[in-house]
């Protein structure tokens, strides 16, 4: 599993990242405090606070395409 964090803070960032996730087979899960939801599913992610950094879990070993096309996403802070 990796672990990283993204700032999805505005609607085509997060449209973005779904579609970006959609396209890779592992489970990508987002966290933010308690809350956990499906990296693929844009309605999960705008029940999160956007402002905030968000947890991305990628439940694989082998995910640095996933990373690389998600750079642009990934915080600072990360």
Do not use: C, W
């Not at 705008?46 to 640095?64: H, Y």
């Amino acid at each position: 599993m990796i672990t990283l964090y993204v700032l999805l803070d505005t609607v085509d960032k997060v449209k973005n990242f779904v579609q970006i996730s959609s396209r890779y087979p592992f489970d990508i899960d987002l966290s933010s405090g308690r809350y956990v939801v499906d990296g693929k599913s844009i309605m999960g992610i705008f029940s999160f606070d956007l402002r905030q950094p968000i947890e991305v879990r990628i439940i694989s070993e082998e995910a640095d395409d996933f990373i690389q096309d998600i750079s642009h996403l990934i915080a600072e802070d990360s």
